[in-house]
């Protein structure tokens, strides 16, 4: 594993609050060595940094109750919810205290009329939209992993579904927070606009909980569309799917999803969902309308992709058959981590406004090769959007530094193209030193946010900032 970052411990103030959070919260509070791993960093590349104990709260009450403790005490507190970030977000590299919030997994309200629920963050997207099926609503924000809507906020998700439905900002509209200090606040009402005060809720929105801790989440909702088409597309090279996407865009065709697979990804896709698709890049989409728009919406896709010398179009209204092409898709992580058995992925992403979109990504397949990196591409090129997944040997120093190298270069390049070095995996520990590169002096600006909100600076330390 790659070396993380440690910050000094506080091992005095550690050791009272254990002691005080095991009198009040009996087997809520763990200190078993297994159970502090699970809660340190495990889907990523980088080392995993176990807090001192795990507690379980069941309300909000208790949240401000630990945060209250460990800021007395001056002892970090990290938010935990499934789990699935890919920075090191959830690394203690001070120690302390993980919350892990999903026994907070309550379904407060859902106003069908005013298309918005109130959920507590331990509440997953998948219990969610099963939740609100029988209501004719969905959620749409699906990052692919069955995350907690607590974490998805706090991380800026997005995913599959965001160039047409947006991101995490654009779909929570208030909070319920414990900041620092232990006091609880909300951000907003239920109202869908508000020109009341700083926009509170969109800081604390991808502030990976640095900021607070999250204990409420009232999100925006959407009707189940009349009706679903799923296609797919395969194409002679990236650049021509790219080129495809490009014009499908700017020719303002309402399209839900549009998924990228470069052929390294669809011979992965093929081996480990037991798919036949042609072995070349390859586009998935979905429309979301009527009966007869989602058929338009198709046929109007397939004219252009033919121009970019698309083949083998093929488009399904079937239930089954778009839950075994998106579920594929889903799949990817673990279909990728097959072609290398043994090997660790190290899941990056960078997004660039649409129009370079297609020399970024064939920038980036060639410059895997060179390196001699298996590196599969896929992304949610909608909104441009794209991962890569070098596919390494941890213990083989020289792979592990290609690889390091080919994130660095990635990100560089997406910022040289007025990108950003993530679209949606966050920043956390992983992509701190491009932050800066990124956004410049603004970065001073959110160090003055942070000290001003967290002078002790115990709330998830070492991330973002």
């Known amino acids: 594993m790659v070396q993380a970052t440690t910050l000094p411990r506080n091992e005095t103030g550690i050791e009272t609050v254990v002691g005080i959070l095991k009198q009040r919260l009996g087997d809520r509070c763990q200190t078993g060595a297994a159970i502090r791993e699970q809660h340190g960093h495990t889907t990523t590349y980088i080392q995993n940094q176990a807090p001192d104990a795990v507690v379980f709260p069941h309300s909000v009450e208790e ?15 990290i938010p935990f919810g499934t789990g699935t970030s890919l920075e090191g977000h959830v690394n203690a590299p001070a120690g302390g ?8 997994n309550k379904i407060l309200a859902v106003h069908p009329g005013d298309l918005d629920c109130v959920v507590q963050p331990g509440v997953t997207r998948e219990d969610l939209n099963t939740h609100l099926r029988d209501q004719g609503l969905f959620f749409p924000i699906d990052p692919g992993a069955n995350a907690s809507l607590g974490g998805m906020a706090s991380t800026r998700a997005s995913g599959t579904n965001a160039v047409r439905y947006g991101t995490m900002k654009d779909n929570v509209l208030a909070l319920e927070v414990v900041m620092p200090d232990g006091e609880v606040i909300r951000t907003a009402q239920r109202a869908k606009k508000s020109s009341a005060g700083y926009d509170l ?78 072995e070349t890049p390859l586009l998935l989409l979905e429309f979301h309308g009527s009966d007869a728009g989602v058929v338009e919406q198709a046929e109007t896709f397939q004219g252009i992709a033919e121009e970019f010398g698309g083949s083998d179009f093929a488009a399904t209204t079937s239930t089954e058959e778009r839950n075994k092409l998106w579920q594929a898709r889903h799949d990817m992580y673990w279909a990728s981590h097959a072609l290398r058995p043994g090997a660790k992925g190290l899941s990056t992403d960078v997004c660039v406004p649409i129009s370079k979109l297609a020399e970024c990504v064939s920038a980036a397949a060639a410059k895997a090769e ?40 990635l990100n560089d390049l997406a910022i040289s193209m007025d990108g ?46």
């Open 420 to 465: 950003t070095c993530t679209g949606e995996h966050g920043i956390g520990q992983g992509k701190r030193p491009y932050l800066e590169k990124e956004l410049g002096a603004a970065t001073k600006y959110m160090a003055a946010i942070k000290s001003a909100l967290d002078p002790d600076n115990i709330m998830n330390p070492g991330k973002i900032i």
């Open 63 to 77: 949240v401000s109750e630990i945060v209250k403790t460990c800021a007395a005490h001056k002892v970090p507190v």
């Open 201 to 278: 809720t969109r800081l604390m929105v991808g502030a990976e909980g640095t900021l607070g801790l999250i204990t409420e989440v009232t999100l925006r909702l959407q009707g189940i569309p009349e009706a679903i088409s799923s296609a797919r597309c395969s194409f002679p090279s990236v650049d021509a799917a790219c080129q495809a996407v490009m014009m499908t865009i700017q020719y303002g065709i309402p399209v839900a999803r549009m998924e990228l697979l470069d052929a390294l990804s669809v011979g992965a896709a093929n081996a480990y969902s037991k798919l036949d698709l042609p």
């Open 97 to 104: 205290i993980s919350v892990d919030l999903m026994q907070m």
């Open 370 to 409: 060179d390196l001699g990196l298996i590196s599969p591409i896929v992304g949610h090129v909608g909104d441009g959007n794209f991962h890569c997944l070098p596919l390494i040997d941890m213990d083989n120093p020289e792979e592990i530094a290609k690889a390091e190298d080919f994130v660095g270069w």
